[in-house]
């Protein structure tokens, strides 16, 4: 292949997929089913959009304990209710598409920040802006507000209650999950796969995420297993991949708990450092990238005839990742995903207009699809997403299919071209430094006298995030090379040293 298009190659790659993805394939086709069904008996589908995107928080907060994922969860529902209802107040109050386009772009730059701020996880900001850009463009009227506010709280309500129901059946699940993952991520430095400095982030990145799923799980006796599990594990020698191994896959599709042993040292527990993200300095520019692109894209798209333009801004949100090199990539991904989905809602329209039946059984179909494809790439689940979203505009009156697939395609294009100018025309500036924060801060570690894995862990996480997203951005300059590599070469040995002596074992 020629090396111009190893970067087309790389975007479109598929991936392995090793994720539990049904666990929200599930819960949201329950949930969006539930809430679904109860409108088809009641006549009301034109009521979907604002008691399904509530029933869409379904997809959020699984790889928490229980505990912690019914506080996560109630606050995404918040969180997807005030969106909404700023955006339905928006469309009550003014018929105004340029100031619809900007109040929905507004709320995608803050679903963005927090998002990033509170490391929600997947699916991240972009459900949020989805729901609330398309109810900013749905008729409403000030005395619908509340009524369709609060019929998105009772769809996020069925979803808590899905999200919560697995409790029932396998209590301590997401800590067994999250320990396995970190067994399988240390098993793969243990046996030499792939990078070697690649993998060792991965391995410290998921034994510091089961730490703190442990930490949420509150205090049991399958805690305290799991704990000398994961402790062994970072303990384990070269020759122990295998157990390893073994007992991630026990953990995921027994009811048993592995053995661990004796799992050395002296496990006394050592108050964590507090993890250190990207600050709020960091995250302006990400959230002013989003804004202006989602508003730069829902005008343009506006200027070119879309009368309803909400899916430009769905998509300029989708695009704005990280750093320049990501965003290139998801654009990339984001036309080839929905160019697919729109031939595909092309060729589901003969179905989809047979009937209220057919509408609803298209679109969980495609909620299935998305989630058990979104891990192999996003191209891949954009092309189930896209009909999804389109179908679900049906359920309040069907469209011609010509100007409905041309408006979604040109909203595709401009949304994709105004999210990428904006990434370029804004520049991240704070990333350089964070690296040079980051550096500092892993170098000061290791020169204490009796480095302590929690503050390590949080070091190397943190400059390996830092340098990923700098190392992506077209302006940045030349970064350290040399001295990130030997500060996380040496952050690893202490880290690995730690463990062996045995004087933590517990998260950053």
Known sequence: ?????????????????????????????????????????????????????????????????????????????????????VAMTTAALTDATAVR???????????????????????????????????????????????HVGLMVLGGAVAWLVGMAPALVRPYGPERAAVARALEARAHVLAGDGSPARARHAATAAGNAAWHT??????????????????????????????????????????????????????????????????????LPIGLRVGLGSAVAGWASMALGVDRPYWAVVTAAAVLAANTTLSWQRALQRVVGNLLG???????????????????????ACNVAAEATIARNYWLASAFVTPMAMVMTE??????????????????LVGAVAGLAVCFAVP?????????????????????????????????????????????????GPLPEERITDAERRGHLALAGCRGAGRSVTPA
């Open 1 to 85: 292949m020629p090396p111009v298009l190893h970067p087309l190659r790389d975007a479109l790659r598929l991936r392995a997929d090793k994720d539990l993805w049904h666990h929200r394939a599930v819960s949201v086709v329950v949930a969006v089913g539930i809430v679904e069904g109860v409108l088809l008996a009641l006549g009301r589908l034109d009521l979907v959009l604002y008691a399904a995107g509530g029933g869409l928080c379904a997809l959020y907060a699984h790889g928490l304990p229980y505990a912690a994922r019914a506080r996560t969860l109630a606050l995404v529902v918040l969180g997807m209710a005030a969106g909404g209802a």
């Open 101 to 147: 386009v900007a109040v929905a772009a507004a709320l995608a730059a803050a679903h963005k920040v927090v998002c990033d701020a509170t490391r929600v996880g997947p699916p991240g900001n972009v459900i949020f802006t989805f729901v609330a850009a398309s109810a900013a463009f749905a008729p409403q009227t000030p005395a619908q507000v509340p009524e």
């Open 214 to 283: 442990l930490r949420a799980a509150g205090a049991s006796a399958h805690r305290a297993r799991l704990e000398r599990l994961l402790a062994r594990a970072g303990a384990t020698g070269p020759d122990g991949a295998p157990r390893l191994t073994a007992w991630a896959r026990e953990l995921r599709t027994t009811r048993t708990l592995p053995d661990p042993g004796a799992a050395g040292g002296t496990d006394v527990p050592v108050r964590p450092a507090p993890a250190h993200g990207p600050t709020a300095r960091h995250l």
């Open 342 to 364: 729109v031939l595909l809602f092309t060729l589901l329209v003969p179905f989809t207009t047979t009937g209220a039946v057919a509408l609803i059984a298209t679109a969980l």
């Open 395 to 412: 359920f309040a009156g069907a469209r011609p299919a010509g100007p409905l697939v041309t408006d979604r395609w040109v909203d595709t």
């Open 428 to 476: 991240n500036r704070h990333a350089g430094r964070r690296v040079g924060a980051a550096l500092d801060r892993l170098e000061g570690e290791l020169a204490a006298r009796l480095p302590r894995e929690p503050r390590l862990t949080a070091a190397l996480l943190e400059l390996r995030e830092a340098v990923d997203t700098a190392s992506g951005e077209w302006w940045s």
